[in-house]
RNA sequence: GGCGCCUUGGUCAAGCGGUUAAGACUCCAGCCUCUCACGCUGGCUACAUGGGUUCGAAUCCCAUAGGCGUCACCA
């Protein structure tokens, strides 16, 4: 086989959906894992959507996701320019080429969106068709006075298009569903479906890894290559990623289904690498192995083709949660704790114990953005809520709570070296003496300390981060609260 | 609507003619533990429907239904 080639060509709109970076990812990952080159191909055609900072923000997006083109904007390579918008002498001298050999033809229509001077014509049954057969004089005419014209791809009125696909095997289309597609826009600029030929062909892809929506535009693309005389890549039309909506319905996954771009989940408080892992395996799994959690080389190492699936995955947040926290207990105190210090807000007293409290958080949020939330009662005093106390499991009713928390009001109070470890032996030693189960023990100041069920840590560390005054505080004003219920 | 693609639990998925139909997330239960959490163990829930082919079908074929895509001088 020839040298792997694959590229990832994102317009540039601004952001990275989610579903571009899996198609970015598969096409870099099949590319390494078959010592082949990965190519950026910025295709900018259309200027009306394009986003100022656009093409920076794709490179940083790919970086940040571990995605390293070999060749692209910038990078360079051997067929640079990487970016359409600077190719437009090529593509116009590819559309002349098909014009003279009568694969396509001016077309001076106006455009649908304006009144149009022509009929439809419906002898072809489309409006695209209409300039087809123009007598010579009146092209001559009009190139002479100027009239604005595009050029089109003249399709085969009969016969079918067959094209094989990796995923989805031979697929065929009746060359009368082709309409005459326009291949050269008014402004000189290509369309998608003809700078996409010639890119890949020039720049000597092999594979071409893109989503499904392009599937039945693929004949044409097919038609395209035949009409020059190349040589076909291999095609490989993904599944789209698909989200759902809280009313249950599943439709392709869009803003309405909340963070949908890369960045979107970076500031949601995810890892690149937890994203990047996740998404990987949505619509593609590595056969023989059970194995979820994948650096970059292991999904070099592990990916194949074989292993892509090709019905649409549903993107589900619950499991990128999951693996998030994966990443995050893996990750050392430290580097967790530096790493979501940007996201969260601390007083003072948090300030100077973060790291002892980030080692607490680590297995206990699945993604940055949720510690605020989680820590917020170590800052704010929290409501009050006897139903809180009760739990059966530790046998803890409202009474006991009132008996355990008197109880403990008076060892703690007598703590006069507020370290972890002097807390520690005191509540240890306290337990005991109650002969009572430490759950049982332990739940109601949990409670009355924090306001929740689930605390980073346990008692002892919560009495640590509080501070003395602090927690003693909160004791005794529980403990009135749960008197006068 | 025409054309095309897709269809295993709530979600991701293995399975390529013979299986008790893997595994993961979620949820639930139990265990462990200096207490919630973490961890461990276990449990619930699936082959869209109807016809074939075959000794035998989640696996092959055909219909039906549903979902998605496409029909731009957007990609």
Redesign the pocket.
Known sequence: MDRVRTRF???PTGFMHIGNLRTALYAYLFAKSNDGDFILRI?D??R??YVEGAVEFIKNTLNAAKIFPDEGPDIGGDFAPYVQSQRMDIYKRYAEQLVENGHAYR?F????DEPSTVEPDKKFGGY?RHCRDLDPDVIAKNLADGV?Y?IRQKMPLAGETTFFDV???N????NS?L?D??LL???G?P???FANVIDDHLMKVSHIIRG??????TPKHVLLYQFFGWELPIFIHL??V?G?ADDG????LSKRHGATSFDDLIKAGYLPEAITNYVA?????P?NS?Q?IFSMDELIEAFSL??L????????Y??L??MNG?YF?RMSDQSFADSARNFVELDDNLESKWEFLASLLK??VSKFSEINGSIRFLIEKPAFDAELFINK??KVTVEKSIEIIEAALEQIDRIDDWTLETI?ETI?AFAASTQLK??TV??P??VGLSGQ?????????LLYLLGKKNSLSRLHETLDNLKSV
Request: net charge neutral; proline share 5%; hydrophobic share 30%.
């Open positions: 060509a994102p317009s295709e055609t259309d009306a959507r077309c229509c106006r455009q649908s695209d604005p595009v995923l989805h095997g697929i065929t289309i009746a569903e309409e597609q326009v826009k008014r402004d600029m369309t998608y479906n499904t929506e392009f599937i039945t535009s599944a789209p698909m759902k319905s599943i439709s392709k395996l949505l619509g593609w799994n056969k059970n979820e074989e292993g699936s090709k019905s649409p995955a549903v993107f589900d619950d499991k949660d999951w994966e207990k297995t206990r499991k530790n520690s240890g430490l759950g332990m739940w100041l949990r069920k689930v605390t980073p840590g346990g008692v002892n560390e």
